[in-house]
């Protein structure tokens, strides 16, 4: 598909772009749990025990299902195992576990026939089910190409088949690492690859009269991930489809980065209404998903039915003066100011200390910069902070050279040294006769600001920066059209996006976790478009400095700001080789001070070269004890015993010249 053709019309992938509104999709019963439609968005996981363990696999589906899994997934590598799927069902069903059972197939098309006949729903990645991945790049002719395609229709016909005949649900789940050498060598390595795949396989279903499909476009990239979604749903809907979507960013990792990670990439397509079903990929006990992707979709339980998410003063733009494209990465452009924020700088981050304790330097250490009294100087953290709010409140002691402060207008004008002081107004106070900066000046605003006559009166020169707020409940929308506007308006003013949070837990630890997961979604669906100079996280209740880690976090997972080492891991499933949770630590441990560094960890071959994607190195599990090493796509180190692989590892990075040797405190 051309996608220069649709650019212009920015919201065709989702039904409005200013108001929450799902994305009514076709009703597939999967077993006695209908997706799709009206139904609720159905929140699932994937057992992460050896699928020949009946017992264990039992019993961690039960305790999958109790912390909220509506469907729960089963790997089936072979015949073995998908025939034992009788026995794991028997025994749920035995315990009044009547959850549906989801196979998990790659590379086996005999074990997805035999898995049809029993469970109530199969997945295939399309790159994988009868198609190869060798990383060749083969000159297709069309009539070659349409011979592979009839090749794939023979393989994958008999499985249609038996999935009619038995009332078997099916996923189409492509991923984004393990495209086949066809698809590759005709679309790329792009969105549009991810979509033909699916769409080749769908296409076929419905030439057999088959539609009880679930589709999903899975990438370690929530970038990728969203943008593959977006032209999915734009070609089912030039083609007459509109099958439900199964989210997820695949291999998100652990901890604080897979949930942000997640939200990125899930959240984002929330925000527009889309998705049917969720699960959210950590390396954690798969039980540990649920309350993820649960915290996820319940922002949207009630928007489709209340007006109150609609927004009260929709900002108006003409969408054809947008050249915003929903497909592809371009990050807005902006002007350079005061040399620090906007042009080709990486987003800022600022953090409010108004309300610290700002006789102590010590109080900085939560943004970054960790004071030494002994030294009387600050040592910079990779994840240092731009600029420090501070309200009316005035320091009593010297702050680093390279740390801007923002104060409120009225305090900011009395300062006798305004060095590295910059002021933040009101619209109203920045238009009046006032004493403005020479250098940067923070102008707070609203989107629907830009539509009122104070706007028109704005002084417009290169000093200027808007603080972006909201008080919408669909606010992400709302500040996106702010963009938009900007954009008709021909502005290049820089932005940074400021969101506010309250929370009514009294728990720190589930504060700290909605934090996370909220503001990924709101700042970096924005993010993610290339909308946003810098993010302001504000939120009283939550500790700085996991309000400064989550801000990086962000900024890491939309690869606006690199700030530390990437970990794209799995969640383990049944065919994976090593104790996931245990080894991504210990890989950690070693390696999480090589900023920048994108390290893969596969538990078994189906997740290996192809589906870290973009990783700079692999650890891949190839056997009991066996680990094979890779350098990008190509492993270097086959088959070593896993009790030297890391050192292995780090002795592979140490050669390219990308090891730098972790400081000891």
């Not at 220069?4 to 019963?29: H, M, Q, W």
């Not at 005709?186 to 699916?198: F, I, K, L, N």
């Not at 709302?478 to 506010?500: A, G, T, Y």
Request: aromatic share 8%.
């Amino acid at each position: 598909m051309n996608t220069d053709a649709i650019k212009t019309l920015p919201g065709r992938y989702c039904n409005s772009l200013t108001e929450y509104s799902r994305f009514v999709t076709r009703e597939v019963y999967i077993g006695d749990v209908p997706m799709g439609g009206n139904n609720p968005i159905r929140i699932q996981s994937m057992t992460t025990t050896d699928t020949m363990d009946t017992i264990g696999t039992v019993e961690q589906s039960i305790r999958m299902v109790d912390a909220g899994c509506e469907y729960v997934r089963i790997t089936a590598p072979s015949i073995k195992e998908a025939q034992n799927l009788a026995e794991i069902k028997k025994q749920l069903r035995q315990r009044g576990y009547t959850v549906p059972l989801v196979a998990d197939i790659h590379f086996t098309p005999n074990a997805a026939e035999v898995a049809a006949r029993i469970v109530e729903k199969v997945r295939v990645n399309p790159g994988n089910y009868a198609d190869k991945k060798k990383f060749d790049q083969i000159d297709y002719t069309d009539l070659e190409y349409q011979g592979e395609l009839d090749r794939i229709y023979q393989k994958f016909a008999p499985l249609v088949k038996i999935c009619k005949e038995y009332g078997t649900a099916m996923r189409i789940g492509t991923n984004h690492g393990s495209l086949s050498d066809r698809i590759m060598s005709r679309y790329g390595d792009t969105p549009q690859g991810m979509v033909e795949s699916a769409m080749e396989f769908m296409r076929m279903c419905e030439a057999l009269n088959y539609y009880n499909l679930v589709v999903s476009m899975k990438s370690s990239n929530p970038q990728v991930m969203v943008q593959a979604y977006r032209l999915l749903v734009e070609t089912m809907v030039a083609e007459g489809m509109n099958y439900p979507l199964h989210l997820g960013v695949t291999e998100a990792g652990d901890g604080e980065d897979g949930r942000i990670k997640s939200a990125v990439g899930i959240g984002t397509l929330l925000e527009d209404g889309l998705g049917d079903t969720v699960r959210v990929s950590l390396t954690e006990e798969p039980e540990a998903e649920a309350p993820v992707a649960i915290a996820l979709v319940n922002r949207y339980i009630e928007r489709s039915e209340n007006s109150k998410f609609k927004i009260q003063k929709p900002t108006t733009y003409n969408s054809q003066l947008t050249t915003h494209n929903p497909y592809e990465y371009k990050k807005r452009d902006t002007y350079e100011a005061n040399a620090f924020i906007g042009g080709h700088m990486v987003p800022r981050v600022v953090i409010d200390l108004s309300a610290a304790n700002l006789k102590d330097p010590a109080v900085l250490n939560d943004g970054g910069y960790l004071y030494s009294p002994i030294l009387d100087k600050y040592n910079m953290a990779e994840q240092s902070v731009d600029f420090v709010y501070l309200g009316d409140a005035l320091p009593s002691f010297n702050f680093p050279a390279n740390l801007k402060q923002v104060y409120n207008y009225g305090t900011w004008q009395k300062l006798v040294n305004k060095t590295n002081c910059h002021p933040l107004f009101t619209l109203q106070e920045y238009i009046g006769d006032v004493d403005r900066s020479s250098t940067l000046n923070l102008v707070s605003i609203k989107a629907a600001d830009i539509e009122g006559e104070e706007f028109g009166l704005l002084p417009l020169d290169k000093s200027l920066v808007f603080i972006l707020e909201t008080d919408e409940l669909h606010g992400m929308a709302d500040q996106r059209s702010f963009f938009f506007k900007l954009e008709e308006l021909e502005l290049d003013v820089p932005v940074i996006i400021k969101r506010s949070y309250e929370f009514e837990t009294q728990d720190s630890e589930l504060r700290a976790q909605n934090l996370q997961l909220y503001s990924a979604t709101d700042l970096g669906a924005l993010l993610v478009d290339g909308f946003g100079d810098g993010i302001w996280i504000d939120a009283p209740e939550v500790e700085t400095k996991i309000i400064t880690s989550t801000a990086f976090g962000i900024l890491q997972a939309t690869r606006s700001r690199i700030s530390k080492t990437e970990y794209i891991s799995c969640p383990s499933c049944g065919r994976t080789l090593f104790d996931l949770m245990e080894t991504t630590q210990f890989i950690r441990s070693r390696t999480s001070h090589l900023k920048g560094l994108k390290i893969g960890i596969m538990g078994c071959i189906v997740n290996g070269p192809g589906e870290m994607a973009d990783a700079d190195y692999g650890y891949v599990g190839s056997g009991p004890g066996k680990v094979t090493l890779y350098r990008g796509k190509e492993a270097v180190k086959k088959n070593i015993t896993s009790a030297n692989a890391l050192d292995e590892l780090i002795d592979i990075i140490r050669e390219d010249g990308n090891w730098i040797e972790p400081v000891v405190d």
